[in-house]
């Protein structure tokens, strides 16, 4: 995978999607996976992206900062304008940035160990009693570990995190933005080299981005939004590793039939986006093409053409 939304451990972030990626000190041999991966690793970045000059706190003092930060924008946020409340929300988001870090730094140990707390017999993550207590701590500021495979667990603020505090107090693009990666965010997208949502949800996601883009095309996060959409048509046209659109990328012909099934319904369904523009571009390359590399270069193209 190339976007970042996908590979931030990530991203996320990535996308301007940054998220923090915590590797084991003793190898990946020795962690067991969890059998229930639940989602997706991205954050969302602040439209001026800074790094905080904040000193190394403890986590009580990271988490009281962000409790203390909410709620004082709580109550700012009745009766303030929407170019007032984007610069509490960018401000908030860049000392998330920086606390996350920290807190993930100073949390390290009982993260690394955090897929091995799964108990096969009982088919459930079974906390320590000092982990369950620093779990509840963060859950106190929105932040939460989130397992993505291969043996890892990052922190990130919690889906609703922003859209429950704003609500509709910030610009247009700014609501529909979070909201996108809001929903988005309650599912793990990938892990392992895989997919792990259904390749018609995916698509259901790159129209949804689309729509993004053609509503707020000078949006400040018309990037972010842009590599999003790149990156979804890419896996639903191509999938991934372990979750591939071509039984083998060496015959063209090798296209699984649910996926061109997929397809053929995407564009009689959403004929007029430029979504099922590039979906059929790709139905009609894949016949004429000769090779994998070949189709894959010149569906790239047309999707860069956004």
């Not at 020795?30 to 690793?41: I, L, N, T, Y």
């Amino acid at each position: 995978m190339k976007h970042k939304f996908m590979h931030l451990y990530i991203l996320i972030p990535a996308f301007c999607m940054h998220v923090i990626m915590l590797t084991a000190c003793n190898g990946d041999s020795e962690k067991s996976q969890s059998k229930q991966p639940v989602v997706s690793a991205v954050r969302i970045d602040s439209p001026v992206h800074k790094e905080a000059d904040i000193p190394t706190l403890s986590t009580e003092a990271y988490v009281s900062g962000i409790i203390s930060r909410k709620q004082a924008i709580e109550k700012q946020l009745p009766g303030i304008n929407a170019a007032a409340a984007a610069r509490l929300y960018s401000s908030l988001a860049n000392y998330m940035d920086t606390a996350l870090a920290g807190i993930a730094a100073n949390e390290q140990a009982w993260l690394n160990e955090y897929v091995n707390y799964y108990d096969e017999k009982k088919g459930m993550i079974m906390l320590p009693a000092q982990v369950q207590q620093r779990i509840h701590l963060l859950a106190t500021a929105g932040i939460e570990p989130w397992e993505i495979g291969e043996g890892y667990t990052d922190l990130r603020a919690v889906p609703a995190f922003y859209t429950s505090l704003f609500k509709a107090s910030l610009p247009a693009d700014y609501n529909a933005f979070l909201q996108l990666r809001a929903d988005e965010d309650t599912v793990l997208y990938s892990a392992d080299a895989g997919l792990l949502i259904p390749f018609s949800m995916i698509g259901k996601r790159a129209l949804n981005w689309e729509k993004f883009l053609d509503a707020y095309p000078n949006s400040t996060f018309v990037e972010t939004a842009r590599e999003q959409y790149n990156g979804y048509c890419e896996d639903y046209l191509f999938g991934t590793d372990n979750t591939p659109s071509f039984e083998n990328i060496s015959n063209l012909r090798s296209l699984i039939p649910e996926n061109k099934e997929e397809y053929l319904s995407f564009v009689q369904q959403h004929g007029d986006t430029r979504t099922a523009g590039i979906v059929q571009l790709f139905l009609d390359k894949v016949t004429t093409v000769k090779t994998y590399e070949l189709l894959r270069q010149q569906v790239r193209a047309a999707i860069a053409q956004y």
